[in-house]
């Protein structure tokens, strides 16, 4: 690229990374609560700044993955921490109908930062995985009957040297700041101050993508209930029943007819049967109701049954007598 286009795009650069950082650097430090209209406004800010600045990287093409890490100049190692302000400011913003939008952006900023620190291998560190992979490992250990035990102790070791990390570079960027902002520093502590800014980062990408790896799982199976008595209330409603008269018979349904056209009558054995197919009665413990003629039948039966039991007895009383002399049994008169 030509000098003139690197001395009208590039001093530009610095001013916004700059003014992007501090305004972080205000949000995080604010006494003022985070929804607030002014922490807001310089979170909005900030994000407009950075993704300025992310497009004129992308014009300048000033990173590729075949370069290592020495032949990037010192000066520019600062912008490779552009993805990860944009993460960082991203989770600032407060909009809850929008939260999980907002982590999965910040998630993806995150990783195009480690994973442009693991290609020039800035630190050493394990890129984490990818949401799908991650979710299929929660599954999986949700499965497990146990905890994995060497797996909890390993990450806890993973935190605690990461804090230790994180506290000597700290400790070292203070010592390098005012020689490098007061421009007395050589190249060599100028590269340094900005790798260690680098790393400190990667420990911090590191340990938010866990807490939002965390909170994407909470607001999912906080969403799952929802999504069911949705899907639940979108069945099919049953028809409404129209206003009728119930009577015992056909006969009667055509007498309280008579005075009303308009209104529908049925007997109780169509009543029942209308609500049995819509399955609003269930088959089993409710009998149905006989039909009329069903039972007239069964009185009809009734009376046979009773005729035929009538003559087995009175058959039964002749032939009793025939064998049985007049008087016998009768022990009381005996003399």
């Known amino acids: 690229m030509a000098a003139s286009e690197d001395d009208l795009l590039l001093p530009r650069l610095p001013e916004l990374l700059e003014t992007s950082k501090k305004l ?44 290592d890490l020495e032949e990037i100049a010192s000066t520019d190692l600062k912008y490779l921490m552009v993805p990860a302000l944009q993460g960082a400011l991203t989770l600032k913003q407060v909009n809850s109908s929008k939260r999980l939008d907002h982590l999965q952006q910040a998630r993806e900023h995150f990783i195009n930062f480690l994973t442009q620190c693991h290609c020039y291998h800035v630190a050493e560190f394990q890129l984490p995985q990818s949401k799908n992979n991650s979710a299929e490992n929660n599954t999986a250990s949700s499965s497990m009957a146990y905890p994995n ?83 639940h209330s979108s069945l099919p409603e049953k028809p409404p029943m129209k206003p009728f008269i119930l009577t015992r018979n056909k006969a009667q349904a055509k007498v309280f007819g008579a005075g009303y056209p308009s209104l529908a009558t049925m007997t109780v054995s169509d009543w029942y049967d209308q609500h049995q197919k819509y399955g609003a009665l269930p088959d089993r413990g409710i009998a149905k109701p006989p039909s009329a003629a069903q039972q007239q039948e069964d009185e009809e039966q009734k009376d046979d049954e009773g005729e035929e039991k009538t003559l ?9 007598k025939d064998t049985h002399p007049r008087g016998y049994g009768n022990r009381q008169n005996m003399g």
Not at 24 to 53: C, H, M, W, Y
Not at 192 to 208: M, S, V
Not at 312 to 320: N, V
């Open 24 to 67: 972080l650097e205000e949000v995080e430090e604010a006494t003022e609560p985070t929804g607030s209209r002014i922490i807001q406004d310089k979170v909005f800010k900030g994000l407009n700044l950075l993704e300025k600045a992310a497009g004129m990287l992308s014009e300048l093409d000033l990173f590729s993955r075949n370069e």
């Open 149 to 231: 035990l060497v797996a909890m102790a390993s990450q806890r070791q993973a935190k605690i040297e990461r804090y230790k990390q994180k506290k000597e570079l700290e400790h070292r960027l203070s010592a390098l700041k005012s020689a490098v902002e007061s421009g007395q520093a050589d190249d060599e502590r100028v590269r340094e101050y900005h790798l260690l800014h680098l790393r400190r980062w990667i420990g911090i990408c590191l340990e938010e993508i866990e807490s939002i790896d965390q909170e994407i799982k909470i607001l999912k199976e906080r969403d799952s209930p929802r999504e069911e008595s949705t899907s």
């Open 312 to 320: 087995h007895r009175q058959r039964e009383w002749d032939d009793w």
